[in-house]
């Protein structure tokens, strides 16, 4: 049996030109972070007394004898890929689906990762990463960037440049004091609504030539933020005034983005001390981000009653494989 846990991200800067028609011509860079909140995918052979020969459960129950039959695509194409065989799979998550945090991505890399470890091979993060790329973006056609696949792998408060040549990963160095400081100011709630990632990203490739130019300077911001980050005489504030500068210039992208009752949210928090945010992902809902100063993360947090408020904890592992209990196995 095999458990992973793998972590959720959220990006801060430069999201959207991690879209490949994008990177390619104009180059493109993030800035994100993984946070203390996981997907946990359980693996094991499937034991040979059954009339079926693998068991997936997610939010569905699915029991199949040829791995063709399996609904979910990514179960599917992955068992494909790595030629996996009569397994029993199980997935659990801290926070919904469909919200902003690259939870798909965030359980295609666990399940790799959980499918090496069965085979009993070891797959460092980048191709896990790079792996988990070519299953969603190209074994299953989802629209969408490449950025939340690297971040669930190697974890941690990263840079993540973009090119023909391929990505890199460069962790943000800074104080433990500064970075404490960042996560302090940082306040996340659930919307309580959720999209799929990949049809707001659809919608945005309709108008490509229209938010182009938003793009480049969101793409520019990427240098500032991280310089924000690294230079300790910069008022940490400033980090929080570029989250609101960036999603001004995301909500012209595309008109999916936000709408009347994430505007209206996002102008609460404002009101109530927030000095910038976000709405996290490709935007239509899920979880909206502020940078808040100490002094007036109470008065956000009564502001936005009735929102869930979600605590959360930087986290710098990524992808792991939390239990492992080798199992001798004969394919029937």
Known sequence: MIITQTPFRMSFFGGGTDMEDFYKEHGGAVISTTFDKYCYVNVRHLPPFFEYSSEISYSKLERVTEIESIVHPAVRNAMQMLDMHEIRLSYEADLPARSGLGTSSSFAVGMLNAFYAL??????????????????????????GIQDQIAASFGGLNRIDFSEEGYEVTPVIISPERKSRLNDNLIMFFTGFT???SDIQAAGLKNDKNKTAELIEMLSLVDEAENILRDKHTDLNEFGRLLDHTW????????????????????KGKKAGAIGGK????????????????????????AMEGLLYIPFEFENGGTRVMYYSPETWEKR
């Open 119 to 144: 085979k009993g091979k070891y797959a460092d993060k980048k191709t896990l990463a790079d792996k988990a790329i070519y299953l969603e973006r190209v074994l299953c056609k989802e629209a969408g």
């Open 195 to 197: 999209r799929f990632s």
């Open 248 to 267: 001004q210039l995301k909500r012209k992208t595309s008109e999916l983005v936000s709408n009347d009752k994430i505007d209206a949210l996002y102008e």
């Open 279 to 302: 709405l996290l992902g490709a935007g239509g809902g899920g979880f909206l981000l502020f940078y808040v100063e100490e002094d007036r993360r109470q008065s956000l947090i009564d």
